[in-house]
């Protein structure tokens, strides 16, 4: 890899002067290396290789069956497509369950599959996770709000943090997610002024996703932006296939109204 490769892929100090100069962050999922490359020719910063794959690519209902196996082959399909984006890995479910177990994981997603950053949902339950993947310098998005792999415990795909209190503890675990090392957080389905609220007290980019416009980036499932998901799509997506002839098109449709906060409108967002 040349000295130029490596200063023009988008990395942590690039995200946080995005945040810093308030120049939202487009990012989307990906799952191999066509759409990968679609994605990454399209200018978007970040692509998140999601264990969301197990239902939009493997037909599961849930995420809970993804593999570390699976998660390392699709992101290594990912980021040969890339020239640009971070890839970030998601680690699945139970693959970071001890500190042991997450470092050789994560150290598996950046030597093995080319990732440059892995994702873990959690919130204080996890900063040790977290604190030990910052030591050993790998890169950590926090991923809190609703938690797909928590599902059979929570209940459901509901909207999480409404009502004072599960506001104020969202708060403060995305405050101790950042001080424990976290270079990034994801916040899923979370109403808008508390997403607005945590993202004006970070220092780190706050992603979101069903989480209001005031985020520092957005993200979505390609599948969900491209109309094909599976059944009824979650109501804080957008088919932007609709309006576009091809899925480039479509790509950098959203990226635009990411980039203009026209995207996510009110109808998007949660209150
Ligand atoms: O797995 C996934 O696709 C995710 C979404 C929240 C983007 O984590």
Do not use: W
Not at 84 to 108: G, I, Q, T
Not at 152 to 162: E, I
Not at 184 to 197: D, G, M, N, R, T
Request: with cysteine.
């Amino acid at each position: 890899m040349s000295v130029q490769t490596a200063i023009s892929r988008v990395n942590i100090p690039a995200l946080r002067k995005m945040k810093q100069q308030k120049q939202p962050i487009v990012a989307l999922t990906a799952y191999d290396y066509s759409f990968a490359r679609v994605l990454d020719q399209s200018g978007v910063e970040i692509i998140l290789v999601g264990d969301s794959l197990g239902m939009v690519v493997q037909g599961h209902q849930t995420t809970i069956p993804v593999s570390m196996e699976d998660m390392l082959y699709h992101t290594s399909i990912v980021s040969k497509g890339t020239d640009r984006a971070l890839v970030v890995m998601d680690m699945p479910f139970m693959s970071y369950s001890s500190v042991e177990l997450a470092l050789e994981n994560a150290a598996a997603a950046l030597q093995l599959a080319g990732a440059h950053m892995v994702k873990l949902e959690g919130g204080l339950d996890q900063l040790h996770i977290v604190e030990a993947l910052a030591r050993a310098e790998i890169p950590v998005c926090a991923h809190i709000g609703l938690k797909p792999q928590s599902i059979y415990k929570s209940g459901g795909y509901k909207v999480q943090g409404r009502g004072a209190q599960a506001a104020v503890q969202m708060i403060e675990e995305a405050a101790a997610l950042e001080n424990a090392g976290a270079d990034i957080l994801l916040l899923e389905c979370v109403p808008k002024l508390l997403a607005a609220e945590i993202t004006a007290n970070s220092e780190m980019p706050v992603i979101g996703i069903g989480a209001g416009n005031a985020c520092d980036g957005q993200i979505l499932v390609l599948h969900d932006l491209l109309g094909i998901t599976p059944g009824k799509p979650p109501g804080f997506t957008k088919n932007f296939m609709q309006d576009n002839h091809d899925i480039q098109s479509a790509v950098m449709a959203y990226a635009d109204d990411v980039r203009s906060r026209r995207f996510p409108a009110e109808e998007h967002s949660f209150t």
